[in-house]
């Protein structure tokens, strides 16, 4: 059973850092991307970015490039999300997620069409 668990949310201010971990198990041999996508209050659910267990290319969302790092530890099967001059406009609950690598797959990930969902945490960006 594939389980994932996400980490690290916090109050913090604008312009400061965060990082969450999202532990993923129960994988086997497929190659899989795992991401993270965010919700606030009122808003959709928007993918924020993912890396591939293939290739570890990553992916983000244009609200984030420049601000947001990816990456991974296979060593631990974790995702690791750096957040940086965070804006008040990040605050939401961030979801861990996985799903199946493919030639559709950046179109699944924006849609949110992921096959294993983790429990999400809060970050909350003080203005």
């Known amino acids: 059973e594939v389980q994932l668990q996400a980490f690290g949310g916090g109050l913090v201010q604008a312009g400061g850092s965060l990082r969450l971990s999202c532990a993923a198990s129960?994988?086997?041999?497929?190659?899989?991307?795992i991401g993270w996508f965010r919700q606030a209050p009122g808003k959709r659910r928007e993918g924020v970015s993912y890396?591939?267990?293939?290739?570890?290319?990553?992916y983000y969302a244009d609200f984030v490039k420049g601000r947001f790092t990816i990456s991974s530890d296979n060593a631990k099967n974790t995702v690791y999300l750096e957040m940086n001059n965070l804006k008040p406009e990040d605050s939401a609950v961030y979801y861990c997620?996985?799903?199946?690598?493919?030639?559709?797959?950046?179109?699944?990930?924006?849609?949110?069409?992921?096959?294993?969902w983790g429990q999400g945490t809060q970050v909350t960006v003080s203005s």
């Open positions: 997620a996985a799903g199946r690598t493919g030639w559709d797959q950046v179109e699944r990930f924006i849609m949110g069409a992921m096959n294993y």
């Open positions: 129960g994988f086997k041999s497929e190659n899989y991307i």
């Open positions: 890396i591939s267990s293939s290739d570890s290319m990553p």
